[in-house]
Structures are given as structure tokens and as C-alpha cells.
């Protein structure tokens, strides 16, 4: 309890110094959990987004579709009963939240006067809407639902404004079929989308029944299945396990017949994401050096200061473990109050910011807004880590305080 | 009765390129109750001597028996659990802490050796900080205080486990005459009332003709040694 006294007090008796670490603390403080609460917002946004828009969370693909995605191959469909086998499979799952499924196909838009390519997702709307929810708020026209009846279309922002197409324009599609004959219907555009950033972005919409008319087909296929679920959090294990489940289905050549991925898998964006997690790994790192290198020298300048102070408690029976314990003691009491008070203030400034409602614009994405928060876990983790590290910088000078020789201390000026 | 036995003690300095012998041959033996003093010049010795007698350092050769216990087998802890348990301190320089109290400064020898109530540990600091005079002054810290109140509470300190021995440093070194009376005084007080033996080092002639036995040091050779006869205890 002396010893406890006795850091605080040391602490005290050099405010101008205490303060200026303790300070120097807090900022680093602050500034990690700022920098992860912001980054964990702005990637929830994005991802949300992304994942909202047009990928969902998870997509289940013929084995081999998405590596020849970019050719969007109508050879690589699934087949009627090979969608059956998978809806009974997720049938089992009660984290899934809503499936829709897609043909993605390459056709030619023209407006009568012009022609150009677009890339087509032929969807059933009412359960698009389900498992990306956010694309009616992509639509130009605002408050507008994202809803396609046989006979329309949705186009892309850029290929409407560059073909000068409006809602109610007529435009005709022209597709090759699987087997390489063409055909070609007319549709009305009932909506312009906003561009998305990463994959299907700048695609455009039909209704599945026009895509097996447009492409004479039979027999349903599907190109990819969309699935959004309940909680993001459950993704990783519903991954691990529809993953496993759908590896045990073979085709007559003992090879898998389906592939699954997430949307990290099938987004650009991911990469972005770990560049972020590096950052916030990066200025942790930064806040680590700040607490080593200013409790060091803060206690190495104590050690240093109170040498005939340690001669004094030696000559009076003090053992070296709690000569040790006292300045160990100091350091931690500094990182501790120090750990406490940027907490506070970081909570503080971050109820403030979520109030604010912050808007920024990310690539072709407007109006986001920032809701900055970390989690109880995040706070305790940088609380445990600044106050461990206050903890070791403590100890070198600690350490040789407490195997100071009683009579060298005491002979200190 | 004998409290230390000095056999033969030499201490050499040997961290510089020329050794240094700081005591030769010294053979002392220190009665219970005893109020000595070691006297010479500077580099005679004395404070060396004392540091060895306190266990803060050892010799390089010889032994010294405190009460059956020979200070150089003591290790770091073990001789940090002797100081506490049977040597104070008195240091020309006080040697306060500045962070404590008064009270706290006398309460911390206290908190090293025994397990006393909270309580009692009142009850003692407030008793011995009365007898040095220092009671009315307990809630000051050192810098509020004069010299002369310091090696009070200096002294205090050093008698508030009631040791066997008091090592007292050029204790009126830093003080004025009339603290350096007061303060020899009050040992003299301390000496009667509780018995403890008092060695200390000093120049000061005030000290010299107060004690009982003058050891006088030269080039860390024992040189003489005057029994004034003062008081005994």
C-alpha cells in the first residue's frame, strides 16, 4: 500500500512531465480507437453496399462459371435439377435470410440509332429485392421500387447516358443463344441504375421469363444463386459448412459439381478491406512505440532522479522486489489513467460524430454516412495492450532500480 | 556486553586503475547501549566503516558479528530484513522521503518490519514523533521544515522500530549550533529512554565530547581510541 502511495505521488510530484505522457497516451489512445471505429464503420458501409446491391453475401456457381465469368458463359448454367438439389440443400439453413437466382448473359442494346454491349442479369424481381435489397435505392428515379415486368428493363447509368435513354424509351436486346444463333426482342426501360463499384456494378436488368424467351431456352437454368443472410456474423460458419456439403456432391466424373463463394471472394472491394485492416494494424503498431518509448523514458528518468530516494528505502530494509513493485507500479498507473482517459474521450467524440451523421462520397458511392463504434472487445484489447506495454517499459528500469547496491544509491548526488 | 564484534575488517576500493584501501585491519568491539563515535579526517574511513556496520556494504576481508549474526553471509534480502529488523539510519542529509508526511516518513520503517495494526502504527509514530518534539508538525511534508526538524524526524524515523543500533552519519553536519545541540540532546534522550546503542561518524566537536568512546580513524587504520567515560546507559 506504501508502495502504492508513494508511485502516485512520484507521479504527481512532476506534473508538467506525467501529464505530458499521460497526454501523449491518450492521443494514441484516440486515435486507434477513432481509426478502427471509423474503419470498421466505413467497411461495414461498404460492404453493406456491395453486398446489398448486387453480390449478397454468399453465391453458389456451376464448378469452373466464375473463373470464365467475364465471358459469361450460358454453357455453364446449372441445370433444372441441379438448382432443385441446392434449394432442398438450403432448405436446412435456417441462417439464410432469402435465394434468388440469375442467368447472367452478354447482349447488344441498341436505341435504333446506335448499338452497344451490355451485360444483362435476368432475374425474378421479387426475390432480387429480397437478397439485394439495396438496389432500389440505385435507381436515379428516387423513391422509385426496383421492379421489372416481362417486357422491361433496367439499364446502366453510363449506357443510358450515353445511348440517351430514358424511363419509357424502347430499346432492343440482341443475345446469341448457347447453341450460337441470335435473337433479339424490344423492351421499355423502367429504370436507370447507378453505378456500383466491383462486379455487376454496370449491369443491367430483365425478367428471368424474357432471358428463356431471349435465349431459347426450354427448361429453367440458372447461371448463379444469390444468398443474403440473416446476420452477417453467421457467414463464415454457414460458409464452412454449405461448403463442405456441396463438395460431397459429384458429377459422373467424381468432380464437384458446384462452387460457392463469398462476397469477398467475388469483390475487389476485399482487397481494400485488408488494406484497411493493415492500416488499423499499423497505427496500433504506432501506439504501441508511443507507450514503450514514452514510459521508458519517463521511468528510466525516475530511476534515474530518485537513486538516493532508493538508497534511503534500501537502508531502511526496503527489499529489491519492492523497490521493483513501486516503479513497476508507476508505469502502470500511468498507462492505466492514461488508457482510461482516451477511452472516455474516444467514446465521447465518437457518440458525438454518430449524432453528426458524416457524409462522404466513396468512388461512385454518395452520400454514405459514418457511424463510428468499437466494440467493448476492440476497447479492452487496446486497454490490456497499452497498460501490458506500460507494464514492460516499466521494467527495465524497474529492474536495475531494484539491483541498485544500497551504498552506491545512497552515495548518489 | 558486546552488540558487534569488528574482527580484522579491511575493504578495498578496486573500480579504479589504483585499489583503494578504505579500512586496514580494523578490529572494534561495540557495547550494547554504547554511544561511540569514529572521528578523522575525510577518506579516513568512518562513513565506510558504517556502511559496513549497517550491512549496506560488505567487506573485503574480516567479519563482522552483529548479536551472533555475521553480516557478510547475508544475502540482498536477508540484509535488507537485518536493517529493518535492528539498524536506523541518521544520514547528514536526513534523507526524507519528499513524497511522505512526516508521520509517513516514521510510519514507513514500520511497514518494512512488522505486522502492525493500523492502529498501533498510530499509536508508536505518534509517541516517538512526541518524544523528538516533531508531533504537532506530523501532516507537514519535508520541505516544510526546517534542518534542525528534519534530523528530528530523521531521528525519529530511525528509532520507530526501536533497533539495537543507531548508524548516524555526520548527523549535525548540515545543521546549525544550536540544532546540532538539540539534536545530540535528543539521542542522548533517545539512548537513555530506550537503550539503543548509537555509533556515529563525525567532525564535529559538539558530538565528540558527548559521547562515551572515540575511535579516531586515519587512512583507514585504526589509530586510537579514547575512553571519555560518558554517560553509560
Known amino acids: 500500500m506504501i508502495q502504492f502511495k508513494i508511485a502516485i505521488r512520484n507521479l504527481i510530484r512532476h506534473k508538467r512531465r506525467t501529464s505530458l505522457t499521460a497526454l501523449l497516451i491518450v492521443m494514441g489512445v484516440v486515435l486507434v480507437l477513432l481509426f478502427t471505429g471509423f474503419s470498421k464503420s466505413f467497411k461495414q458501409l461498404i460492404i453493406g453496399q456491395i453486398t446489398d446491391s448486387m453480390i449478397g453475401h454468399l453465391q453458389i456457381h456451376k464448378k469452373g462459371y466464375v473463373s470464365s465469368i467475364d465471358n459469361l458463359p450460358l454453357t455453364m448454367n446449372l441445370m433444372d435439377k441441379q438448382v432443385e438439389k441446392i434449394e432442398s440443400i438450403l432448405t436446412g439453413y435456417p441462417e439464410i435470410e432469402a435465394v434468388s437466382h440469375r442467368i447472367k448473359l452478354g447482349g447488344m442494346l441498341s436505341n435504333f440509332e446506335e448499338t452497344t454491349n451490355i451485360r444483362l442479369n435476368a432475374i425474378f424481381p421479387e426475390k432480387e429485392i429480397l437478397t439485394c435489397p439495396g438496389l432500389s435505392d440505385r435507381l436515379l428515379t428516387k423513391g422509385a421500387k426496383f421492379q421489372i415486368q416481362p417486357g422491361e428493363i433496367i439499364i446502366p447509368k453510363n449506357l443510358a447516358r450515353g445511348m440517351q435513354l430514358k424511363e419509357e424509351s424502347t430499346v432492343v436486346i440482341v443475345a446469341n443463344n448457347k447453341d450460337g444463333s441470335v435473337n433479339g426482342m424490344t423492351f421499355k426501360v423502367v429504370g436507370i441504375l447507378d453505378d456500383l463499384m466491383g462486379p455487376g456494378g454496370r449491369d443491367g436488368f430483365m425478367h428471368y421469363e424474357d432471358a428463356l424467351d431471349l435465349l431459347r431456352m426450354d427448361n429453367r437454368e440458372v447461371g448463379e444463386i444469390i444468398i443474403k443472410l440473416h446476420d452477417f456474423k453467421t457467414l463464415e ?30 469483390s475487389p472491394f476485399s482487397t481494400i478491406a485488408d488494406m ?132 552506491d544509491a545512497l552515495r548518489h548526488v | 556486553m558486546s552488540l558487534i564484534q569488528i574482527e580484522k575488517v579491511k575493504k578495498v576500493f578496486s573500480e579504479t586503475e589504483t585499489p583503494v584501501t578504505a579500512l586496514d585491519n580494523i578490529s572494534i568491539s561495540i557495547d550494547k547501549g554504547s554511544f561511540i563515535s569514529f572521528i578523522g579526517p575525510s577518506g579516513s574511513g568512518k562513513t565506510t566503516l558504517l556502511n559496513i556496520i549497517g550491512a ?118 548540515n545543521l546549525d549550533h544550536e540544532s546540532a545541540f538539540k539534536v545530540i540532546q535528543l539521542m542522548h534522550e533517545m539512548r537513555s529512554k530506550f537503550g539503543t546503542t548509537f555509533v556515529f561518524s563525525t567532525h564535529d566537536p559538539k558530538i565528540v565530547k558527548e559521547v562515551d568512546i572515540l575511535h579516531k580513524l586515519e587512512d583507514g587504520k585504526l589509530i586510537g581510541t579514547d575512553n571519555q567515560g560518558g554517560v553509560a546507559a
Not at chain 1, 250 to 263: C, I, R, T
Open chain 2, 56 to 173: 549496506l556494504d560488505k567487506p573485503s576481508a574480516g567479519r563482522i558479528i552483529f548479536n551472533n549474526i555475521e553480516l557478510s553471509t547475508l544475502n540482498r534480502v536477508a540484509a535488507a530484513d537485518f536493517r529493518a529488523e535492528h539498524i536506523g539510519f541518521i544520514f547528514q542529509n536526513f534523507n526524507l522521503l519528499p513524497v511522505l508526511t512526516v508521520y509517513e516518513n516514521v510510519e514507513y520503517p514500520l511497514l518494512m518490519t512488522r505486522n502492525t495494526s493500523a492502529s498501533e502504527r498510530r499509536h508508536l509514530v505518534e509517541n516517538v514523533l512526541d518524544a523528538v518534539g516533531m508531533k504537532t508538525q506530523m501532516g507537514k511534508f519535508p520541505n516544510q521544515i526546517s534542518g534542525g526538524q528534519k534530523q528530528r524526524v530523521a531521528i525519529a524515523r530511525a528509532l520507530i522500530t526501536n533497533p539495537e543500533l543507531v548508524l548516524a552519519d555526520e548527523p549535525t553536519a
Open chain 1, 276 to 407: 484497411v485492416d493493415l492500416l488499423v494494424i499499423t497505427v496500433k503498431i504506432v501506439l504501441i512505440s508511443i507507450v514503450l518509448i514514452s514510459i521508458l523514458n519517463v521511468m528510466i528518468m525516475a530511476v534515474y532522479e530518485r537513486v538516493s530516494e532508493i538508497g534511503t528505502l534500501m537502508a531502511m530494509g526496503t527489499r529489491p522486489r519492492k523497490i521493483l513493485n513501486m516503479f513497476l507500479m508507476e508505469g502502470f498507473l500511468l498507462g492505466l489513467v492514461s488508457t482510461i482517459a482516451g477511452i472516455i474521450l474516444s467514446t465521447g467524440i465518437m457518440f458525438v460524430l454518430r449524432t453528426q451523421q458524416i457524409q462522404f462520397s466513396f468512388g461512385r458511392m454518395k452520400n454514405l454516412s459514418l457511424e463510428p463504434t468499437v466494440s467493448i472487445e476492440e476497447i479492452l484489447m487496446v486497454a490490456f495492450t497499452v497498460i501490458g506495454i506500460s507494464l514492460l517499459a516499466a521494467l527495465q528500469p524497474a529492474i536495475k532500480s531494484s539491483r541498485l547496491e544500497p551504498v
Open chain 1, 237 to 266: 460458419s454457414v460458409q464452412e459448412r454449405l461448403s463442405t456439403e456441396i463438395s460431397t456432391l459429384l458429377n459422373q466424373k467424381n468432380q464437384p459439381v458446384y462452387e460457392l463463394h463469398d462476397w469477398a471472394q467475388l
